[in-house]
């Protein structure tokens, strides 16, 4: 019974680990020799036609960026 | 975590050019450089004719990275592949591995003169200062950290051209096929890129070998 448990336990561990994803930072599997960038959440709002999000706080910003993405969607934009 | 793309529907293009006008307007590209351009397929076959708007597509494992001699590519947060231009060598290799033909060389002057690769950046600048005039003149506009998705996507009038996180962009697609209301074949070759020639049908796939069989 014991020996089932650990294979089960085994296996879990393993379907976890594949459905993992691999990071999407700015030094990836060969390094990067340049510059550093800065990320575009830590930037200020414009006064004027660029949404709201509060400086340094991504998930704000991601939110602003999908409310623009759902713009392109007509069935949205145009009928609800 | 965001994973930028782009999606061109071809059904809808209509070859307008906008959006390659835009990212020329948008970014201040110089002569000669495109970042952004519309390809026709089956060009001149009545009624199979398609065109879709073609750029960098970010790869998520992009060969353009994994050739640089220098590595001055790096990819953001939400995978949009850019690179540092006081880095770059202006070698070519990348433009020899983007199956897209992404990277653009600016040629100045006689005898085949390369300058330094420039591509899309989907709007997101570069490795300066955040709305810099450094980052303007290298990289172009910085749309994103205004919270704003690239020029060439928000522009396009028919909305064949999409960009943003790949999951939203998947679903509106997703949700346009389903409205459109052509039934299983909606999602197959013939549609995504026409018949080719009249009458021609998809590519047929060789049935696969039993179980236990080499090939």
Same mark, same amino acid.
């Given at each position: 019974m014991r020996w089932l448990l650990v294979a089960i336990a085994a296996i879990a561990i393993a379907g976890l680990v594949g459905c993992g994803e691999r990071e999407q930072i700015a030094e990836g599997k060969r390094s990067y020799q340049g510059k550093h960038d800065s990320k575009p959440w830590d930037n200020e709002p414009l006064s004027y036609g660029s949404g709201k999000w509060t400086k340094g706080d991504r998930p704000s910003w991601e939110e602003q960026i999908k409310t623009r993405q759902l713009g392109q969607h007509e069935h949205k934009r145009i009928y609800q | 975590m965001a994973r930028m793309k782009f999606l061109c529907d071809a059904e809808r293009c209509?070859?307008?050019?906008g959006c390659v006008t835009a990212c020329k307007n948008e970014n201040e590209v110089p002569w000669g450089v495109n970042r952004r351009r519309v390809v026709t397929i089956n060009d001149g076959v009545v009624g199979a004719e398609k065109s879709i708007s073609v750029a960098c597509?970010?790869? $998520?494992?992009?060969p353009c990275m994994a050739v640089c001699p220098v590595d001055c590519f790096y990819k953001t947060d939400d995978g949009v592949v850019l690179h540092d231009k006081d880095l770059c060598?202006?070698?070519g290799y990348c433009f020899y591995a983007c199956p897209f033909g992404a990277p653009q060389f600016p040629q100045a002057g006689?005898? @085949?003169?390369r300058g330094k690769m420039d591509k899309c950046t989907f709007c997101a600048g @570069?490795?300066?200062?955040?709305? $810099?005039e450094a980052e303007f003149k290298k990289y172009g506009r910085n749309r994103l950290s205004e919270g704003k998705l690239p020029a060439c996507a928000e522009m396009c009038s028919t909305k064949a051209l999409l960009g943003g996180d790949g999951d939203v962009i998947a679903d509106i697609y997703r949700e346009r096929v389903l409205r459109r @209301?052509? @039934? $299983?074949?909606?999602?197959?070759w013939g549609t995504a890129?026409?018949?080719?020639?009249?009458?021609a049908q998809p590519p047929v796939q060789p049935p696969a070998p039993p179980a236990g069989t080499r090939s």
């Open positions: - | 209509i070859e307008c050019n597509m970010h790869c $998520s494992d992009a060598i202006g070698c006689a005898f @085949g003169l @570069g490795p300066e200062a955040d709305r $810099s @209301g052509k @039934g $299983s074949e909606v999602w197959g890129y026409g018949p080719g020639k009249p009458g």
